[in-house]
């Protein structure tokens, strides 16, 4: 690859990335913010979904967009690494104001040329798409065609998720009280995607724990289709049993995936969607 084309790959703390996969492909992670009772925090440097968990017993954390300090610390040490060029690819704008934010600090800068995607995914639905541009760049792809293959990956991305209880995202403000109220009375659980612009909406509703990873299959199966290259994905929010039983069935019903990545929900997401999170999906390489 030439030196004009050294090209990195940026995301945020809510891709979900493994620390593994973050090293293997050298990816630059930008840190949610986190407010708590007791101070503020960083996703993933300072704070994990562990803490989340046992927080919500008896508070509320907020997030936030990367502090101001962390984009420009980040663009300034992809810089210092010889990088000419970058793509960050970010969380839904639907539910965050950071690829805004992102955006107008890449117009700013002298010397890194930054293109930047709204992937209008969460979780490990941002985090596949960073990865498999990262892995076009380690194949040596040149940034004008990485930059067609990003927006074909996002159009081809597809995830759904399980939650255990609507009741975090009611007190976060993302859906109404009278839905949550109804769906707790009710024991429903509600399997969440994106739709085209970015924005949650419901997939699928089951009455049961029990259903939820049948019905999280038959979703991703519905999506394939014959000749297509493939990846997979599966995460988990402190349901890790789960999620490896859910990986396995996965792989068995799809089993030509070039590759297939797991990932743990970190803290960020984790003040909406609580514990007890499944999640499965689909990422089209053509």
């Known amino acids: 690859m030439s030196t004009s084309e050294k090209i990195a790959v940026m995301t945020d703390s809510c891709a979900d990335v493994p620390q593994e996969l973050v090293e293997r492909y050298h990816l630059f992670i930008l840190p949610m913010g986190i407010t708590c009772s007791d101070g503020e925090y960083r996703d993933g440097v300072d704070i994990h979904a562990e803490d989340i968990y046992e927080r919500l017993k008896t508070e509320l954390p907020r997030s936030s967009t990367p502090r101001g300090a962390d984009v420009e610390d980040t663009f300034a040490e992809i810089r210092r690494q010889g990088y000419t060029k970058a793509v960050a690819i970010l969380l839904s704008g639907g539910l965050s104001g950071t690829v805004n934010h992102v955006r107008l600090a890449a117009e700013e800068l002298e010397g890194l040329e930054v293109e ?5 995914q969460a979780s490990i639905g941002i985090g596949v798409i960073a990865l498999q541009a990262a892995a076009y760049v380690e194949e040596g792809m040149g940034f004008e065609e990485l930059k067609e293959k990003i927006e074909g990956l996002i159009r081809g991305t597809k995830v759904f ?5 609507l009741e975090y995202l009611q007190k976060g403000g993302r859906i109404g009280k ?21 924005e949650i909406y419901t997939a699928a509703k089951v009455r049961t724990r029990k259903q939820v990873e049948k019905r999280l299959l038959q979703l991703v199966e519905e999506l394939k289709e014959e000749g297509r290259p493939y990846n997979l994905v599966v995460a988990d929010g402190g349901a890790p049993a ?3 039983d859910l990986e396995k069935k996965l792989m068995e019903i799809l089993p030509d995936s070039r590759c297939l990545f797991r990932a743990k929900i970190g803290a960020a997401l984790s ?8 999640g499965a999906g689909i990422q089209y390489l053509d």
Do not use: C, N, Q
């Not at 930047?116 to 209008?120: A, F, G, K, L």
């Not at 009278?178 to 970015?198: T, W």
């Open 242 to 244: 789960e999620r490896e």
């Open 161 to 165: 998720f399980s939650i255990d209880t």
């Open 116 to 120: 930047v995607y709204d992937s209008r």
């Open 271 to 278: 003040i909406y969607l609580g514990s007890g999170l499944l």
């Open 178 to 198: 009278a839905a949550a109220l109804a769906g707790m009375l009710l024991d429903i659980k509600p399997i969440l995607s994106f739709d085209v612009e970015g």
